[in-house]
């Protein structure tokens, strides 16, 4: 299989049903599918959507961590529900705080393996960058996940689970009898961390489902923003099945340097992956595409890329995130120096693009973009044995 190919999710996505007791996780379920695996347990077809209602309520809108909460419900449908479900979460390993209040969590899933989530506050608001993958099928150089190699396709539960492990930490619950809150500290949810989302569309599809559903987390298509590298096949289904804001890791602006920064351009260079973006906006009723672009010393800095970028992306609405490079150990490439940034961001600006530069957040505690890989992966690689594998 090559590093590009797609990822079949019956290969890698373990099954629904977690190894300890052969419980199924009902959390990651759409409303559709948790209703038949009440079905299956006897719940009656006439009793099913009643039940996907108020167990829905209970995990999405109070986070309830257990059956015996369920008070609107006979004590023993609960026992019922006990003894065929479950409603982990991941659990977490570790938890950083950077300076600028920045949350990393390191999550082990089923099979003991370790996933990173990020949260970044903000005023009156906070996003939550979530993994879809253990590892990445890709192998972007600048990238310090792309440096681990893929082990499984993440479940929706496991998606989900993230956004109600930042909820839990956060104390972002309401209390019953409380007084309403409007303020969202999890009002934004990108597909940023670790792992190609496209290459598990399946569950990530079904885990936005449940993020977007408006009983429950009840966060907006419009606050969710899927990052990809490229998949081109896939950009039309999220247009159609997900309908979320698109996010284009793009990086470069020759298929030359493409080719080396973002691998998956070999397989659908930048025409193609252009052609099938000018299409998206209209499909998915949604305002423009971000295309992020990370900033490399004297690699996709110049004023010349600049210039070739807005050709490039002309007649697509648009936004260019320029994120300034942020090192990790071993990383083959500098940052940018900010008055090439800038120089950069001006060319693109007066093109009549926004061209924000991203504030790196979350750096001494290494999550910040394009650092997240799990800490039992860490620091194995020398800068010698990353620069064999990516030609650096």
């Known amino acids: 299989m090559t590093a590009n190919a797609p990822i079949t999710q019956d290969v890698l996505t373990l099954p629904r049903k977690l190894p300890e007791g052969g419980k199924r996780s009902l959390v990651g379920l759409t409303r559709a599918q948790m209703a038949e695996a009440l079905a299956q347990i006897g719940t009656p077809e006439r009793q099913a959507k009643m039940r996907v209602g108020q167990i829905w309520q209970w995990v999405y809108h109070w986070g309830v961590q257990d059956f015996a909460s369920m008070t609107n419900l006979a004590k023993g449908y609960r026992d019922q529900l006990d003894a065929a479900f479950t409603l982990d979460r ?17 999550l082990r899933i089923a099979g003991g393996h370790e996933v990173e989530a990020v949260y970044i506050p903000e005023e009156n608001r906070g996003t939550l960058c979530v993994s879809s993958q253990v590892g990445c099928t890709l192998t ?8 681990q190699k893929l082990v499984r396709n993440l479940t929706a539960a496991e998606i989900v689970g993230q956004v109600l492990v930042a909820r839990d930490d956060l104390g972002e619950w309401p209390e019953p009898g409380a007084p309403k809150n409007e303020t969202r500290l ?13 290459y598990n569309f399946d569950n ?3 885990a936005m489902k449940v993020v977007m559903d408006g009983e429950g987390l009840s966060i907006s298509r419009r606050r969710i923003t899927l990052s990809t590298s490229g998949v081109v096949p896939e950009i039309a289904r999220t247009a159609e099945e997900i309908g979320c804001l698109l996010a284009i890791s793009f ?4 298929d030359e340097v493409r080719d080396k920064l973002v691998p998956i351009n070999k397989r659908w260079n930048i025409k193609t992956l252009l052609d099938v973006l000018r299409d998206y906006p209209r499909i998915s009723n949604s305002e423009r595409i971000t295309f992020e672009y990370v ?17 490039l992306i002309a007649g697509i609405p648009a936004k260019i995130n320029l994120i300034p490079f942020n090192e990790w150990p071993g990383a083959p490439y500098q940052r940018s120096d900010w008055a090439r940034i800038e120089s950069f961001a001006d060319i693109v600006h007066k093109a009549g693009y926004a061209s924000p530069i991203r504030t790196p957040r979350g750096e001494d505690i290494m999550a910040a973009c394009g650092q997240l ?18 030609g650096a």
């Open 373 to 390: 890989k799990s800490a039992t992966e860490r620091g194995r690689q020398s800068r010698a044995e990353i620069a064999a594998q990516t």
């Open 186 to 198: 999890v009002s934004n949810v990108v597909l940023m961390g670790m792992g190609e989302p496209l």
């Open 140 to 147: 972007c150089s600048f990238c310090h996940t792309g440096t």
């Open 204 to 206: 990530v599809r079904d």
């Open 251 to 254: 990086h470069a602006t020759t």
């Open 90 to 106: 991941p659990e977490i390993v570790s938890r950083q705080v950077s300076e600028d209040g920045t949350r990393k969590y390191l």
């Open 295 to 311: 900033m490399l010393k004297d690699v996709n800095d110049s004023d010349a890329d600049a210039r070739r970028l807005v050709r």
